[in-house]
């Protein structure tokens, strides 16, 4: 788990690497301000599959015009709340449990599962966002595969012994060259058998 201080230290290289702007700004200073989506682009109104969206506009459609690039983000696998459609449901998957995992099952949004990463509606929800500038991928939550690492493309199942064929792989199809990998923070836990 991340420490208070390593928040607040991270906090402070981004507000140093960061212009702030708050009420007074003109559109020259939004080029350095960071985006958050709402919720995934497959939940967007012109994105998802009805009636499992949200109404409003999850990617880049609002702001297209003041960013020259973006970064989408997913985990290795993907989760859903809920009765909403999933695939890959079938496939047995290899994602541990994350003691840390903040979406749970709850009263709001129903059942919490996951399955193993479905890179053609990857694909479709980036093509559908239709951003024109540079696209950057981030995968997350690597740690949580264990043994091998799998995905489906156009229905087919891929698996691949390490992460770097895995990565690379997906690379290839999204024709994406920026890509950034993350860990979770009780990867050392897992390491050391914690």
Known sequence: ?????????????????????????????????????????????????????????????????????????????????????????????????NPFETNITNDFQGEFKRSILDVSLLEYAINRDAFGGTCNLVITCLDDVFGEYKYTYNGKLFTHETETEFVKSIMDILNIRNVYLSRSPYSECIQKGI
């Open 1 to 97: 788990m991340i420490s208070v201080g390593d928040f607040f230290e991270s906090v402070k290289s981004i507000r140093q690497n960061t212009d702030i702007c708050c009420v007074d700004y003109d559109d020259s200073a939004l080029a350095n301000v960071v985006y958050e989506g709402s919720q995934g682009l497959l939940l967007d109104q012109n994105i998802g599959f009805f009636p499992h969206v949200t109404r409003a506009n999850t990617g880049t459609k609002s702001i297209r015009d003041k960013i020259s690039s973006v970064y989408y983000i997913t985990r290795a696998y993907q989760t859903r709340h809920g009765n909403g459609p999933m695939t890959n449901t079938g496939i047995k998957h290899n994602i541990r449990e």
